[in-house]
């Protein structure tokens, strides 16, 4: 029998609201697979071919540019799902898809979700209402980057892939930072090493750990709280 924290589909909160009959429907068809962090899952103009439900750990949507400058629009854990909306078709993505931390997470073939999709409503009602979350997402986000200041950025960048996480302990590089945030590395050096002389965080070697979360709280914009409620 399945139950959430077994390492199944469950684990999963999309999958472990659907129906019995629903979830059923799917089981045949979903795979469980470990991703590594920084494994590109997907480029900008490329079909899905696999839709992914994370278990843990954390996906990064990220817009490129023609200059291969990168800015992350939107960030998908355990509460939802990336590539859904190949279900109602063929599907390219407007994105690249990284794995921002490491992670398990189930995955179903694109053909097969489209074919249960136009077999079940409830399925085909899943992947509508968790797109419009990400468009919500990308939106506040938008605006985030567009009129909030790095350090407000970088405390709910940070407070966001904590709770992904879930620990206050995150293994992320500053090169990989400064790309999810659309800003130079030496920006996240400045505003890590200030946080860091606050007693608010410690940084090495690509680990952060959070020391006062509280802190962490007040020093990030409004946006993290959007961003919260909505997942």
């Not at 200030?194 to 020391?211: D, E, F, P, S, V």
Request: glycine share 6%; hydrophobic share 40%; charged share 20%.
């Amino acid at each position: 029998m399945l139950s959430p924290n077994s390492g199944g589909p469950l684990d999963n909160k999309l999958l472990s609201t659907l129906p019995r009959s629903e979830l059923e429907m799917l089981l045949p068809n979903l795979s469980t697979r470990n991703l590594p962090q920084g494994q590109v899952l997907l480029e900008s103009g490329e079909e899905f071919d696999q839709i992914y439900f994370p278990h843990s750990g954390m996906l990064s949507l990220l817009v490129v540019m023609q200059d291969g400058k990168a800015i992350e629009t939107s960030t998908v854990g355990r509460e939802g799902v990336v590539g859904a909306m190949a279900g109602i078709g063929l599907y390219k993505s407007s994105v690249r898809v990284v794995v921002q931390l490491s992670m398990t997470c189930t995955l179903i073939a694109a053909s097969q979700l489209r074919k249960a999709v136009a077999a079940n409503e409830v399925i085909r009602k899943l992947c509508i209402d968790y797109n419009e979350v990400l468009l919500m997402q990308s939106r506040v986000t938008a605006g985030c980057n567009a009129l909030h200041p790095i350090d407000q950025r970088f405390c709910r960048w940070l407070l966001q892939s904590s709770d992904r996480a879930a620990s206050d302990t995150v293994e992320l590089t500053q090169e990989f930072l400064s790309e999810m945030l659309g800003v130079r590395r030496t920006s996240v050096t400045d505003v890590a090493s200030n946080l860091q002389k606050a007693g608010i965080i410690t940084y090495a070697r690509g680990t952060i750990k959070i020391l006062d979360r509280q802190k962490v709280e007040d020093l990030s914009c409004e946006c993290f709280q959007r961003l919260s409620s909505a997942n």
